[in-house]
């Protein structure tokens, strides 16, 4: 099977385009020398998981920017998207398929640069000035995509 089309320069880079890891994200897991943390939720954000292509077809009805500096990780073991929402918001995510993450549970996050399978930043946060995804509006994009019918 031929490899499939590089997108024009112009054309936007969109969050489902991440379905499947780039090969500039495969060569650092082998290259890796820090392993992922494990990072407490629920104090300065929760975690919405969801099915990673559920979720990233979310983030694209959002038109949430890519390099908008919003923390959003995919975890390709298990095929998961988690998205970072403002404490406490989490519960308002409660799309079918999704869960939240929020105080007294724990969060596998790559430390600077360094990625792993399980924990890859599509979205690194802007330490500075973190942005979070508005859990309601994460809420509503989850429920269009599935409004969506499949081919």
């Keep these: 099977m031929p490899a499939p089309p590089l997108p024009h320069p112009r054309t936007p880079v ?38 990673l292509a559920r979720g990233l077809a979310g983030l694209d009805h959002l038109r949430l920017p890519l390099a908008g500096g919003f923390p959003v990780l995919a975890d390709y073991v298990r095929l998961e998207l988690i998205v970072q929402v403002p404490a406490g918001t989490g519960h308002r995510c409660a799309a079918p398929g999704s869960r ?18 399980s924990a ?21 994009a989850l429920l269009a995509v599935d409004a969506v019918p499949q081919d």
Excluded: M, N
């Design 100 to 117: 939240v993450l929020r105080k007294g549970t724990w969060l596998l996050v790559p430390v600077g640069t360094h990625s792993a399978a």
């Design 120 to 140: 890859t930043w599509l979205s690194r946060p802007d330490p500075a000035s973190p942005r979070y995804v508005d859990a309601d509006r994460l809420h509503h």
């Design 14 to 51: 969109r969050w489902t385009d991440h379905l499947t890891p780039d090969p500039a994200h495969r060569t650092t897991w082998s290259a890796c020398t820090r392993r992922p943390e494990l990072v407490a939720c629920g104090t300065a954000w929760d975690a919405v998981v969801a099915p």
